[in-house]
């Protein structure tokens, strides 16, 4: 079987890393990459691809199978619908979209087209978070009670260079909660509320540094989340889940996400699963088994998952609908933080 031909638009780090990662994939090929700066030409070169400056040029005089949208937010909508135009399928970088609007934009044309569109949300494609996902649905921690989320870590100086990252939309929220949000989406289901309380009092930048939020699921589960991106801790999926090589290995197992049921308790990304062998009661000695499960690269896996939805053989783990809920869902923090109110995103933010 021939491999899927797959155009990358925008070379920047999240541009570069999609090709690599194509380049290791044995059911795709990077067929060319879209860029206007002039890096982005002598980077194709130096992969032996050929280059556009203007995407649309790539898109019609190619036409690949797929393409990967890793330009900045407020771009999305119009490369994903003019991927869309032609018949060809995307895999769009998180968030799906910089408004609300776009973001249904995005899905109501990929649906009304039946043309798929995918979100890199990468973490449902990790090993850990699938294991995860089923031992949930085969009931082993029985009616979700609460859950706890750890997302703290140190950003260096050097990172705020760049002056959006001091900017409101350039936080810790947007750029990294949303990936907690997916997650606790995919693995616990939706939710019905959030309130939160962000601060920046340690950088001062107009933007915040630290959050709390809590959320209250649909099923009456509630969420606490605790973010920090000037917090010098491990504590984090990204520090203690070993899927990417740009962070160092951690000295200990490190667990970042705590979820409590009527019939056992799970700890990620170590799957240590806590439960009782007997009687249910802290009186009770309580059983961890350590679940076992291979370690993958979730970014090569979410490669090879658009190689199968682009021949058919399987449906989008995320679309583009499941992503504009994400990222509705992750707006809804802000507006809480805003507001000093309880959020409904079903409700306050209809589109």
Known sequence: MSRVAVAVIGAGAIGRAHCETIRRSESCRLAAIAEPAAAGKTYAESLGV?????????????????????????????????????????????????????????????????????????????????????????????????????????????????????????????????????????????????????????????????????LRLAGGALVTLSLSDTAASPWSWDLASGESLNYPPQPAAVQTHFLSGTEGALALPTLDYWHYSSAKSWFAPISRDSVGVERGDPYLAQIDHLARVVRGSEAPLITARDGMLTLRATMAVHKAAKTGQIVRPDQEMEL
């Open 50 to 214: 050929p280059w556009y400056a203007d995407a649309r040029d790539l898109l019609g005089i190619m036409k690949p199978d797929a393409a990967i949208i890793a330009t900045p937010n407020a771009t999305h909508r119009e490369f994903a619908i003019a991927c869309i135009e032609r018949g060809i399928v995307a895999l769009v970088e998180k968030p799906i979209a910089s408004t609300l609007a776009d973001a249904a934009a995005i899905a109501a044309a990929s649906e009304r087209a039946g043309v798929a569109v995918l979100v890199g949300h990468h973490r449902r494609h990790n090993p850990i978070t699938r294991r995860a996902r089923s031992l949930i649905a085969e009931g082993a921690l029985g009616r979700l009670t609460s859950a706890t989320v750890l997302a703290t870590f140190y950003k260096p100086a050097d990172y705020f260079e760049v002056a959006w990252r001091r900017e409101p939309g350039g936080g810790p929220v947007l750029i990294n909660l949303i990936h907690e949000i997916d997650l606790v989406r995919h693995l616990c289901g939706e939710m019905a509320s959030v309130q939160a309380v962000v601060s920046n009092a340690v950088r001062g930048f107009d933007v915040e540094d630290s959050a709390a939020i809590l």
